[in-house]
């Protein structure tokens, strides 16, 4: 991705900003979809795991001298003596690998100098579907 970009998105100087998904040109991320266990006999049962390229950060932050995006990752779980773990990870990737970033509003528009577009009037139905 252009580093002018980001530096519109995210600003000249580096400052956090927050939430927001980085789009890379990888497999970069491993999400599980389950839990893991040990069953009986004291077999490990492991949850599977899907790679995809979405990196979800709570927090971010370009560095543009380095051409370089930071992202923190944080994960919150719980003990069994009721007390709040929090870890929180360090995702450092060059800008020549982000293909894109994903925000969770519209927001960002105003500083890449865009206005927000209108809504539609009316809602536009396609023909055949069912309304009410």
Not at 66 to 81: E, I
Not at 111 to 117: E, Y
């Amino acid at each position: 991705m252009d580093s002018g970009l980001l530096k519109k998105l995210f600003g000249a100087t580096p400052t956090w900003h927050g939430s927001c998904v980085v789009l890379v040109d990888g497999a970069a991320s491993v999400k599980t979809t389950g839990t893991d266990a040990i069953v009986a006999g004291g077999v490990k049962s492991f949850a599977p795991r899907i790679t995809s390229g979405r990196v979800q950060g709570e927090a971010v932050c370009f560095l543009p001298e380095h051409n370089t995006l930071l992202v923190v990752q944080r994960s919150h779980s719980k003990q069994s003596t009721g007390e709040d773990l929090w870890q929180q990870t360090l995702i450092v990737l060059d800008s020549a690998h982000v293909v894109g970033v994903e925000f969770e509003t519209i927001d960002r528009l105003t500083s890449l100098g865009l206005a927000v577009p209108p809504l539609p009037d009316k809602p536009r139905y396609a023909a055949g579907t069912l309304v009410g």
